[in-house]
């Protein structure tokens, strides 16, 4: 089993910026690959960045492109989304995810984002 523990949410201005951590822990060589996903009141979880876990190929949503990046501490099992220019659509619960296979089957707590206008 894989444990996935994130942090780094909270209450930022629009135009600003946050770090997300995820860190991994337990069967971490099972990982093939590591997602952020968000979900806003009222709506359904939706995609956000994805990395796989050993070639390091990335994906993100069209919404996040070029102002988000994911990225990978090796050494302490951990992930990141680095998010800049916030915007008050992205005010979100962000979960990260792993996978296995194809589907994301390890999930954490989520960590709150808010984004004030």
């Known amino acids: 089993q894989v444990q996935l523990v994130e942090s780094g949410g909270g209450l930022v201005q629009a135009g600003g910026s946050l770090r997300l951590s995820c860190a991994a822990s337990?069967?971490?060589?099972?990982?093939?690959?590591v997602g952020w996903f968000r979900q806003a009141p009222g709506k359904e979880r939706e995609f956000v960045a994805a990395?796989?876990?050993?070639?390091?190929?990335?994906r993100y949503a069209d919404s996040v492109k070029g102002r988000f990046t994911i990225s990978k501490d090796n050494a302490k099992n951990t992930v990141y989304l680095q998010m800049n220019s916030l915007k008050p659509e992205d005010t979100a619960v962000y979960y990260c995810a792993s996978r296995r296979g194809y589907a994301y089957d390890s999930w954490g707590q989520g960590t709150q984002v808010t984004v004030s206008s």
């Open positions: 990395r796989d876990w050993s070639s390091g190929n990335t």
């Open positions: 337990g069967r971490t060589y099972s990982i093939a690959g």
